[in-house]
């Protein structure tokens, strides 16, 4: 990735991040976005949240595995499940940064409401937003799960073992 020794070599390797999110599964998406993280600070824990209302295709450990699995190549990468705020994970994690996604502008503004939501919480605490790569723009979790539950191809969209666990799984719950 162009930039990204640079960008490495002036931010400070004590920066502690959390990329928190669902990832029902973890997208290339997703995948774009931790590489890019990864290589401003100097960890960074891709957080699964547990206590979530939405009813999930995947549970919290099967996620986790899919992730472990993804991240293996990203040294400074770690991967954990949080319960409740995400500030108080984060802080608890001693981080200082929560990193978000951005995709297309409809994403801004729930975006914008998490930030200053956490914000208000912990002020000490920084938001920061990175745009995966173009060509994972238009990638959700959602869309994935969608176009896989109808037969569609999602190769490329998806780390391989997603695809994978996604046909499995698919194939299991029509059976
Ligand atoms: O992948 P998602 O579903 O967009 O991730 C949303 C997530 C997990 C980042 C968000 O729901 C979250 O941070 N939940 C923790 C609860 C919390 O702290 N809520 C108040 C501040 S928004």
Do not use: C
């Not at 931010?11 to 502690?16: K, T």
């Not at 939501?117 to 995966?132: D, K």
């Not at 539950?149 to 059976?175: D, F, T, W």
């Amino acid at each position: 990735m162009a930039g990204g020794n640079l960008i490495k070599s002036v931010l400070p390797s004590s920066l502690v991040a959390i990329y928190p999110g669902s990832f029902d599964p973890i997208t290339n998406g997703h995948l774009d976005l931790i590489a890019r993280g990864s290589r401003m600070v100097g960890r960074l824990i891709v957080s699964v949240l547990r206590n979530q209302a939405k009813q999930p295709l995947f549970s919290v450990e099967e996620r986790l595995e899919m992730l472990v699995e993804a991240v293996k190549p990203y040294g400074n990468v770690e991967v954990a499940a949080f319960d409740g705020l995400l500030v108080d994970y984060a802080a608890s994690r001693g981080a200082v940064m929560i990193v978000r996604g951005i995709r297309a502008v409809s994403d801004y503004e729930l975006e914008w409401q998490m930030a200053l939501m956490n914000r208000r919480l912990m002020p000490e605490i920084e938001t920061v937003f990175l745009m995966a790569g173009e060509e994972y723009s238009f990638i959700s979790s959602h869309l994935v799960k969608e176009v896989a539950e109808l037969g569609g191809n999602v190769s490329g969209l998806v780390p391989p073992l997603v695809e994978q666990r996604l046909k499995k799984r698919i194939a299991a719950r029509n059976a």
